[in-house]
């Protein structure tokens, strides 16, 4: 007698719906799990940059100002040059020539749009952050890091006058519907 080897229709159908019923819930949650990866990395990156200004003004011992520009272009920059009165801001982190008045000289991230990501300030406009010589003191600040995938994905980035900068998940104004788990309310 011959044995027949291979599967039945029903077998193969089965595996095929179970596989589709995995792939449904399992494809939503991958795609919150990268949204939250790249808030977190991009919120980094903000935390880093103002991090490193508050180094700069007391390494310097001048004053530092981190340029936040927020929104679909959102970009950042630090430079030491005093305020522009006709735009309010002492670089432009938009600008690439570095022959330009405001060229942000010390550091430049020219967009976030690779990390998916938005900056957000609370009034979603250009904010700029005086890290002072000496003391590296600054204002308590909140930027915002949304996911630009993802609206309720997002975390914020607080400055604290003399510690360094935290993630934090904002209740306020940037709050996001769902925080980050892991991270302190500011």
Known sequence: MKSHRGFTLIE????????????????????????????????????SMANFARSEAARESKDIFLVITPGANSCMGIT?????????RSCDCAVADSTKANFCEIKRVASLKGERVELRTTTNASLQIQFAKLTGEAADVRIGV?????????????????????????????????????????
């Open 12 to 47: 193969l159908v089965s595996v095929l719906m179970i596989m589709g019923i995995a792939l449904a819930i399992g494809v939503p949650r991958l795609a919150e799990f990268m949204a939250r990866h790249r808030v977190v990395g991009g919120a980094e990156l903000v935390r």
């Open 146 to 186: 949304k996911s630009a995938d993802r609206a309720n994905v997002g975390t914020a980035i607080q400055t604290l006058p003399l510690a360094p900068a935290k993630i934090c998940n904002d209740k306020g104004a940037l709050k996001s519907t769902e925080p980050i788990v892991g991270f302190p309310d500011c």
């Open 80 to 88: 030491n040059k005093a305020v522009d009165a006709a735009t309010g």
